[in-house]
């Protein structure tokens, strides 16, 4: 299933490219903007799918156990702040609004940093793009000692996810049709932070959200104590 699926994506821009290039050898872009206009859409699409296989060996590595997990004491803070300094600029420019709420950094619990940063990474970059200018980004990362986990929290006042559509959103190269004109994707990252906390970390991933008020994104984790 995974490989068909693959290759049909992997199908679409490939074909575009061959398109375009095909149309410039036979001349067919008569003037200077028209070619400019070719070269811009190649270039697009090969984006596309150097994201894309970027993104489907991130997935396979970490599924087949190839990527060796590395669990250490880490501070959920401290990786969320890092995550921070990549997405601050990028809600900047889009004038989004950040809020941070984060608990004190001596709370631990026992992670893969990297992945995790991987994770918070994908969901604060996915509050950005689905987020339309003016809205708000809201992270946090709180304590819940009484049932010894601390939850991160990403919520958004973005374009939301319909009912029908949520059920899907963690499936590979799922894209919600309603939302797409909104940002490029592959429909690979919700995938890839589902896989990092719950089958690499035992972690819980839930989602709640509402077609055109927003979506919130949560995981939790075992408290380290
Ligand atoms: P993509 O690369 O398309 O962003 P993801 O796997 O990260 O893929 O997400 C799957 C789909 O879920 C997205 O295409 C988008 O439609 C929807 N989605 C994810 N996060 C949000 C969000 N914060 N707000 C609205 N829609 C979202």
Do not use: W
């Not at 004038?95 to 941070?100: F, V």
């Not at 919520?155 to 939301?160: A, H, I, L």
């Not at 995938?191 to 819980?204: A, C, F, M, R």
């Amino acid at each position: 299933d995974f490989v068909s699926n693959v290759s049909h994506e992997l199908k679409t821009p490939l074909s575009s490219i061959k398109a375009y290039i095909e149309m410039l050898v036979d001349g067919e872009a008569t003037d200077e903007k028209m070619r400019n206009e070719f070269y811009e859409i190649i270039s697009g699409e090969t984006d596309r799918l150097h994201r894309l296989i970027e993104n489907i060996l991130n997935i396979s590595r970490i599924e087949s156990g190839v990527v060796k997990v590395v669990r250490e004491p880490v501070s959920l803070t401290a990786i969320v702040k890092q995550v921070l300094d990549v997405g601050v600029p990028q809600a900047r420019g889009k004038n989004i609004e950040m809020i941070e709420q984060l608990a004190p950094l001596y709370h631990q619990v026992e992670a893969d940093r990297d992945m995790i940063y991987q994770a918070v990474l994908n969901l604060l970059s996915n509050a950005i793009k689905y987020t339309p200018e003016g809205g708000k980004v809201t992270l946090s990362v709180t304590m819940d000692e009484r049932r010894g986990v601390t939850v991160c929290e990403v919520s958004d006042t973005g374009m939301g996810i319909p009912v029908d559509d949520l059920p899907h959103i963690f499936d590979k190269f799922y894209r919600v049709r309603a939302n797409k004109r909104m940002a490029k994707g592959t429909g690979l990252g919700l995938t890839l932070v589902k896989h990092i906390i719950e089958t690499v970390h035992d972690g819980k991933l839930s989602v709640t959200s509402e077609a055109g008020k927003g979506s919130t994104f949560s995981f939790e984790l075992p408290l380290l104590t």
